[in-house]
């Protein structure tokens, strides 16, 4: 239903920021909670931010809370993560994701992935 392609990652030294997006295609986006999730070397993938349907509702994991922002433009399709003050243990692949359910940190519930872009931290 949905196809997901995530980009703006790239190296950057501690304290640095990037933002990620992730471009969907199809017509129902909006009908789509979003999320982002991270995988670091030797690690199992972690929920970092999700969004609701219209916006107005986010969430955060305890780690990235304060310095990460996930926002959306349902008019263009996309989703981004805005992460600031990046530190060393952030380097992961950050991939995006859409649940057709509810906002939500069960990787399990998320039904569609993007191939995920490499943010790497260095110190």
């Known amino acids: 239903q949905v196809q997901l392609v995530e980009s703006g990652g790239g190296s950057v030294q501690a304290g640095g920021s990037l933002r990620l997006s992730c471009a969907a295609s199809g017509r129902t986006f909006s009908t789509y909670y979003m999320g982002w999730f991270r995988q670091a070397p030797g690690k199992e993938r972690e929920f970092v931010a999700g969004i609701n349907r219209s916006g107005v509702s986010t969430y955060y994991a305890d780690s990235v809370k304060g310095r990460f922002t996930i926002s959306r433009d349902n008019a263009n399709n996309t989703v981004y993560l805005h992460v600031n003050n990046l530190k060393p243990e952030d380097t992961a692949v950050y991939y995006c994701?859409?649940?057709?359910?509810?906002?939500?940190?069960?990787?399990?519930?998320?039904?569609?992935w993007g191939q995920g872009t490499q943010v790497t931290v260095s110190s």
């Open positions: 994701a859409a649940s057709i359910t509810r906002l939500t940190t069960r990787e399990e519930d998320y039904h569609y």
